[in-house]
Nanobody
């Protein structure tokens, strides 16, 4: 059974940092593009960041560029999102996702995690 499990969410004050992790099991994701999406209450789910299978290309939403850093450890089948300079607008449920290509990741990921809550207080 393929699973993506997020961890690392929590409550943090504005200006603080959090590091999210996504652990993959059930198959190896070394050939998959992986990424993070988020959904705030009453809003649509939106793209946050993505990383290609080789880990040498990263992509970010404009709203998080320069503040968030995505990385992956292929040997450990894990992915991380370092989030710095957090603000209340970053409050959302953060999802890990995997797709067989970056296009698939953006349009219709093959796998989703259950999400981890990030709350930023002002």
């Amino acid at each position: 059974q393929v699973q993506l499990v997020e961890s690392g969410g929590g409550l943090v004050q504005a200006g603080g940092s959090l590091r999210l992790s996504c652990a993959a099991s059930g198959r190896t994701f070394s050939s998959y593009a992986m990424g993070w999406f988020r959904q705030a209450p009453g809003e649509d789910r939106e793209f946050v960041a993505a990383i290609n299978w080789g880990g040498d290309r990263t992509y970010y939403a404009d709203s998080v560029k320069g503040r968030f850093t995505i990385s992956r450890d292929t040997a450990e089948n894990t992915m991380h999102l370092q989030m710095d300079s957090l603000n209340p607008g970053d409050t959302a449920l953060y999802y890990c996702a995997a797709g067989s290509s970056l296009f698939d990741l953006y349009s219709d990921p093959d796998y989703w995690g259950q999400g981890t809550q990030v709350t930023v207080s002002s």
